[in-house]
């Protein structure tokens, strides 16, 4: 499976963006999907997941009322829109699926491990 990102960029705070995450390689509608982001000397942090047929949504507390997470199963593709962003919002974000088949989004959407596939990034900048 190959995840390639796109759609980040540099845009002032207020602004937004809309993240695209395309799959290639492997049929991935029954999976899991989620964006995780890394600022430079920080932690790679949870910002949101998605279940596999796009019922289920998990946000991280930061971005929740701002970001929305959807997905596209007949074109392979989730998307991550980004309103209101914040200088803070800035960093490299990753998108990533959950190898379970039919798995939901929840609470444990946030760890790291529970991905068996990731993109290369796309870095969002947003200017104060």
């Known amino acids: 499976v190959q995840l390639v990102e796109s759609g980040g960029g540099l845009v002032q705070a207020g602004g937004s963006l809309r993240l695209s995450c395309a799959a290639s390689?492997?049929?991935?509608?029954?999976?899991?999907a989620g964006w995780f982001r890394q600022a430079p000397g920080k932690e790679r942090e949870f910002v949101a997941a998605i279940g596999w047929d796009g019922r289920s949504t998990y946000y991280a507390d930061s971005v929740k009322g701002r970001f929305t997470v959807s997905r596209d199963n007949a074109n392979n593709t989730v998307f991550l829109q980004m309103n209101s962003l914040k200088p803070e919002d800035t960093a490299v974000y990753y998108c990533?699926?959950?190898?379970?088949?039919?798995?939901?989004?929840?609470?444990?959407?946030?760890?790291?491990?529970?991905?068996?596939?990731w993109g290369q990034g796309t870095q969002v900048t947003v200017s104060s």
């Open positions: 990533a699926v959950d190898p379970r088949r039919y798995a939901s989004a929840g609470y444990y959407s946030r760890l790291p491990t529970r991905y068996g596939y």
């Open positions: 390689g492997r049929v991935w509608r029954n999976y899991a």
